[in-house]
């Protein structure tokens, strides 16, 4: 009952920003961060230290110090309030696979991060916060504000099912997520897991048994279905009015898009967010750009020096202060990746993102014999607009070399592209200061994923 009253409340909550003006939301934002600023100085020995000296109540939001992933690394135990919470016990937890997806205290809903921007991480959530990210996700699924709505279950029609890729090889947030799920949404869907991990073979089985109308999951994954759908390995059908493809994790790129246009003839909706944060912004039926949840979440585009990036630039890095997570208090917390904003959509009170690159390990260090370092989001800029290319893949393959693999579209001469991309690669490393770096482009059919998590990384540097 308590979670069912979680719903309500966020649900009434959610459908009430949509309607505010942006000023109005902008309001409801700073009220929502400074009472999490207020409670964070309160119970966390870090934050009274990090924020002593500072008015709380007048403050700009830009005068709180950024937190990054060293930080909350290091200081893990005194940033989160609860003394029932300790990173080693947490971690501790979750060597018990029985214990994954499952409610700590009937309170917290505890995963590990992926480490692939650094070290894994627990990463405890208040079950208020992850009912909030579900009824975002639920309502926030039309092209306006007025028509959006929690879809409304019928007994003359079928539930629809939803592949939800996750990975279950490890304590993963998406597996918890989908073990979270409030029991009333199986009256709207029918959500069934596939682990990414699985072989290939026993996906396409698992597919073909399902026969799912919704697929979820890693971009990477979704693109090589499509390319499975297109050979004729995948023999998958998903309704024109219905169907629907939804991704998150890693990049979404325009080679994957077009794929899934020829493949299912339906156009996949993007989404983000990070393990330690849930939910950032979704793209949303009708829409061309993933819209930011703003009366969840303060997400900001900065430069190099942490002033805001002028809304026409792509950011240095990114700034995340989730909303709702009490038990894991983060202000201004650092994501590596880069953003470029967009105004309002009509009718929404909420930005858009209009270009968002990173979402993978991305920091290369080059020995040849001098010391380089190399930040791999230049590459993923320049792939993004090479439409050709359907998923890609830079790994560093010695200290001095470096190798892209490219899967490109169906129909590509590969010959002329190849000289492209290595013509592209080359001009990277020049332009980053590692001219002397050994480059080249190799075409392959497929990428394979990460054993543990099941993404495809976009950057794969050398262990120091």
Same mark, same amino acid.
């Given at each position: 009952?308590?979670?069912?009253?979680?719903?309500?409340?966020?649900?009434?909550?959610?459908?009430?920003?949509?309607?505010?003006?942006?000023?109005?939301?902008?309001?409801?934002?700073?009220?929502?961060?400074?009472?999490?600023?207020?409670?964070?100085?309160?119970?966390?020995?870090?934050?009274?230290?990090?924020?002593?000296?500072?008015?709380?109540?007048?403050?700009?939001?830009?005068?709180?110090?950024?937190?990054?992933?060293?930080?909350?690394?290091?200081?893990?135990?005194?940033?989160?309030?609860?003394?029932?919470?300790?990173?080693?016990?947490?971690?501790?937890?979750?060597?018990?696979?029985?214990?994954? %997806?499952? *409610?700590?205290?009937?309170?917290?809903? @505890?995963?590990?991060?992926?480490? #692939?921007? +650094?070290?894994? !991480?627990?990463?405890?959530?208040?079950?208020?916060?992850?009912?909030?990210?579900?009824?975002?996700?639920?309502?926030?699924?039309?092209?306006?504000?007025?028509?959006?709505?929690?879809?409304?279950?019928?007994?003359?029609?079928?539930?629809?099912?939803?592949?939800?890729?996750?990975?279950?090889?490890?304590?993963?947030?998406?597996?918890?997520?989908?073990?979270?799920?409030?029991?009333?949404?199986?009256?709207?869907?029918?959500?069934?897991?596939?682990?990414?991990?699985?072989?290939?073979?026993?996906?396409?089985?698992?597919?073909?048994?399902?026969?799912?109308?919704?697929?979820?999951?890693?971009?990477?994954?979704?693109?090589?279905?499509?390319?499975?759908?297109?050979? %004729?390995? *995948?023999?998958?059908?998903?309704?024109? @009015?219905?169907?629907?493809?939804? #991704?998150? +994790?890693?990049? !979404?790129?325009?080679?994957?898009?077009?794929?899934?246009?020829?493949?299912?003839?339906?156009?996949?909706?993007?989404?983000?967010?990070?393990?330690?944060?849930?939910?950032?912004?979704?793209?949303?039926?009708?829409?061309?750009?993933?819209?930011?949840?703003?009366?969840?979440?303060?997400?900001?585009?900065?430069?190099?020096?942490?002033?805001?990036?002028?809304?026409?630039?792509?950011?240095?890095?990114?700034?995340?202060?989730?909303?709702?997570?009490?038990?894991?208090?983060?202000?201004?917390?650092?994501?590596?990746?880069?953003?470029?904003?967009?105004?309002?959509?009509?009718?929404?009170?909420?930005?858009?993102?209009?270009?968002?690159?990173?979402?993978?390990?991305?920091?290369?260090?080059?020995?040849?014999?001098?010391?380089?370092?190399?930040?791999?989001?230049?590459?993923?800029?320049?792939?993004?607009?090479?439409?050709?290319?359907?998923?890609?893949?830079?790994?560093?393959?010695?200290?001095?070399?470096?190798?892209?693999?490219?899967?490109?579209?169906?129909?590509?001469?590969?010959?002329?592209?190849?000289?492209?991309?290595?013509?592209?690669?080359?001009?990277?490393?020049?332009?980053?200061?590692?001219?002397?770096?050994?480059?080249?482009?190799?075409?392959?059919?497929?990428?394979?994923?990460?054993?543990?998590?099941?993404?495809?990384?976009?950057?794969?540097?050398?262990?120091?």
């Amino acid at each position: 009952m308590i979670r069912l009253f979680n719903l309500y409340r966020a649900s009434k909550s959610i459908r009430h920003a949509q309607s505010l003006s942006r000023e109005e939301m902008l309001r409801l934002q700073e009220r929502r961060w400074r009472a999490l600023a207020r409670r964070a100085f309160a119970t966390s020995p870090f934050y009274r230290r990090q924020l002593a000296g500072l008015d709380l109540d007048h403050c700009a939001l830009a005068d709180i110090p950024v937190l990054t992933k060293a930080e909350l690394v290091e200081n893990w135990d005194e940033i989160v309030p609860d003394p029932r919470l300790h990173r080693e016990a947490l971690t501790r937890y979750l060597q018990d696979p029985g214990n994954w %997806g499952r *409610l700590l205290n009937n309170r917290w809903m @505890v995963s590990m991060t992926s480490g #692939t921007s +650094g070290a894994a !991480l627990a990463i405890p959530h208040e079950i208020t916060s992850v009912d909030w990210n579900h009824a975002a996700h639920a309502i926030r699924s039309a092209p306006t504000a007025t028509k959006s709505s929690t879809p409304k279950p019928s007994l003359f029609r079928k539930r629809p099912v939803a592949a939800s890729f996750v990975c279950s090889a490890a304590p993963s947030v998406s597996a918890a997520l989908l073990k979270t799920r409030p029991w009333i949404g199986a009256l709207f869907c029918d959500y069934q897991p596939i682990s990414v991990t699985a072989p290939w073979q026993e996906i396409i089985d698992r597919l073909h048994e399902m026969k799912p109308t919704i697929l979820i999951g890693y971009a990477s994954l979704i693109g090589r279905l499509a390319q499975a759908k297109l050979d %004729g390995t *995948l023999r998958l059908e998903l309704p024109a @009015v219905g169907g629907a493809i939804s #991704t998150g +994790g890693d990049n !979404l790129t325009p080679g994957i898009r077009s794929l899934c246009r020829q493949a299912f003839g339906i156009e996949p909706l993007d989404g983000y967010g990070c393990g330690e944060t849930l939910g950032i912004a979704r793209q949303w039926a009708g829409m061309q750009h993933m819209v930011v949840f703003e009366d969840l979440a303060v997400f900001e585009a900065v430069d190099a020096n942490e002033k805001e990036s002028p809304p026409e630039e792509l950011s240095d890095h990114a700034l995340v202060t989730p909303l709702f997570n009490t038990a894991l208090p983060l202000l201004r917390y650092r994501l590596n990746d880069r953003v470029r904003f967009g105004p309002s959509p009509e009718g929404w009170p909420f930005k858009v993102i209009h270009q968002l690159s990173g979402r993978s390990a991305m920091t290369y260090t080059f020995h040849t014999p001098e010391k380089l370092i190399f930040v791999g989001t230049k590459f993923i800029t320049v792939m993004e607009h090479q439409p050709l290319v359907a998923t890609y893949q830079f790994c560093q393959t010695g200290p001095d070399a470096i190798e892209g693999r490219f899967v490109l579209q169906p129909g590509t001469d590969p010959t002329e592209i190849q000289r492209r991309l290595e013509a592209g690669i080359r001009q990277c490393l020049i332009e980053g200061g590692c001219g002397q770096v050994n480059s080249k482009a190799v075409l392959v059919h497929h990428l394979e994923p990460d054993p543990r998590t099941g993404k495809v990384e976009q950057n794969i540097p050398l262990k120091d």
